[in-house]
């Protein structure tokens, strides 16, 4: 009975390990990748190389997250792959990039807005741009190591407001100097907690302990790529040994024992020295997509002491959009815990406003904030579209008119509402995956963007470009991968054991 389990295990962990160690080494490689966003942000992927559902059709995959019109036959498209101008009809297209930083992930522009002086103001994923008349010039915000979430005006217009991920900044619109951080006070009631999804991503990371976490991650990932390889070698030696004995090749059998030594006494020492490390990258990656992450997600707990998330800064890594409601006299600042209201002035305490009276928001973040003819707000994210009075706190489907149905925030809806115009001849919202039907024919200048290398890196990673082959299974292929991978390493474990 013992021989037989033992014969199991080393089964398991050699036809396993060997199958699944391409899929592993695309998720180390793609791991260390998205360590490092900024290293590679002028790095692309040609997007034919990729699934079709990546390929750009219909003014789909965030091409096309917002307008806006510069004269009376004018009109500036923007998106992830930089900035466009067009015409009325949408049919006639010519780069604006000028000035921009190579790479589609430091052209993925958030918003745009148009000051009182006639200068354009640009939120782009890593600076925000100033242009005003030739090209694109970077605006310096001070202290920013961050990316930019959004750009917009002050009330009067006098004044530019641009967000980072976790500060707010205020620059002199007319020569675009005098910038400087508006402390935002913590909204009441504010908790320190966070979400426990969010500690285990960045644990998986390492970026829960800044740039030595992920270095560590980073070094772990590629030990397990050594051990892809030295299991792949400990594999075919063999058969190759064999076959030199054979035909009594003497230096190469001997040539292949020391080769085969080799792997083997490495392959065994690397797995077992590292085996907490490994299997903690292994099992926090399984957390961080369905079924396990649900939980932890509806789960917070205080921020580990000494760790990233443990922050004096009360709005760290939680703020994505804001908007001036003149008719309530207030700003709304989109969170990653809700939408709060804030004076003017930004001088006043937060609030927060009833979940049940806002809009469902993705996690993902917001995509769409803009104003109606009725002075609504149109809110669309990866949750759907809706319209929204703050004032009365009524929220109704965009499309339907019916009352939306709250439940808390389904991350996917029907509709992925990722861009929005207004300037076409009637109002147009552009879903991520099918994009919309009601323009012109795209031009092929957009059709042949690429895709940024980090954005191409996440999506192996996560598993979603696997949907063609797997489908709805691709949405568990990271827990079943972390699951083999689990299982491989604790197989090996065993077997070590038994042979020591």
């Not at 034919?48 to 390929?55: A, E, N, R, T, V």
């Not at 921009?100 to 890593?126: C, E, F, H, K, M």
């Not at 957390?287 to 009360?314: F, Q």
Request: with cysteine; hydrophobic share 45%.
């Amino acid at each position: 009975m013992a021989k037989n389990r033992k014969l199991t295990w080393k089964g398991f962990h050699r036809w396993v390990g060997l199958v699944f160690s391409v899929f592993i080494l695309v998720f180390c490689i793609s791991g260390i990748l998205l360590n490092h966003r900024e290293a590679i942000a002028g790095c692309d992927v040609n997007r034919s190389l990729l699934p079709s559902s990546y390929h750009i059709r219909n003014y789909n995959n965030g091409i096309l997250k917002g307008t806006l019109r510069l004269g009376p036959d004018s009109i500036l498209v923007y998106g992830n792959s930089g900035l466009w101008l067009t015409d009325n009809r949408f049919a006639n297209w010519r780069e604006m990039n000028e000035g921009l930083p190579t790479g589609a992930d430091r052209r993925n522009v958030r918003n745009v807005v148009r000051s009182a002086d006639g200068a354009i103001w640009a939120a782009a994923q890593y600076d925000l741009f100033r242009h005003t008349g030739r090209q694109w010039t970077p605006v310096a915000l001070p202290g920013n190591t961050e990316r930019v979430t959004d750009v917009t005006l002050s009330p009067d217009s006098t004044r530019i407001i641009a967000l980072t991920r976790s500060k707010i900044y205020s620059i002199d619109a007319a020569n675009a100097r005098d910038a400087r951080i508006i402390p935002l006070q913590a909204a009441e009631g504010h908790s320190t907690e966070v979400s426990l999804f969010k500690t285990i991503w960045l644990l998986h990371s390492g970026g829960l302990f800044g740039i030595t976490g992920r270095i560590i991650v980073d070094t772990v990932a590629v030990v397990i790529i050594f051990l892809c390889f030295t299991g792949i070698v400990i594999f075919i030696v063999p058969h190759r040994l064999r076959a030199a004995a054979r035909r009594k090749l003497t230096t190469r059998v001997r040539r292949l024992a020391t080769w085969l030594k080799w792997n083997v006494r490495w392959h065994d020492r690397a797995g077992y020295w590292l085996i907490a490390l490994t299997l903690l990258i292994s099992v926090t990656g399984m957390c961080l997509r369905p079924p396990l992450m649900i939980p932890l997600v509806l789960t917070t707990t205080e921020p580990l002491l000494y760790s990233t998330l443990d922050n004096d800064n009360p709005w760290h890594d939680r703020l994505r959009a804001a908007r001036f409601d003149d008719r309530l006299g207030k700003w709304l600042i989109s969170t990653s815990e809700g939408f709060v209201t804030v004076d003017a002035e930004f001088k006043t305490r937060p609030v927060f406003l009833d979940i049940s009276k806002t809009p469902p928001v993705s996690p993902m973040g917001i995509n769409v904030f803009e104003r109606d003819t009725l002075g609504r707000w149109i809110v669309g994210s990866f949750s759907g579209m809706f319209r929204w009075d703050p004032a009365t706190g009524e929220v109704s489907d965009y499309f339907t008119g019916k009352k939306a149905e709250r439940s808390h925030g389904h991350p996917v809806a029907a509709f992925m509402a990722t861009g929005y115009t207004a300037e076409a001849r009637e109002p147009i919202a552009v879903d991520y995956a099918k994009g919309t039907d009601r323009l012109s024919e795209m031009p092929a200048e957009l059709a042949t963007q690429p895709m940024s290398l980090w954005n191409t890196a996440l999506e192996l990673h996560v598993g979603r470009c696997y949907n063609p082959f797997l489908g709805p299974l691709s949405d568990l292929f990271v827990f079943i991968a972390g699951l083999l991978l689990t299982l491989i390493l604790i197989s090996g474990l065993i077997i070590h054991r038994r042979h020591a």
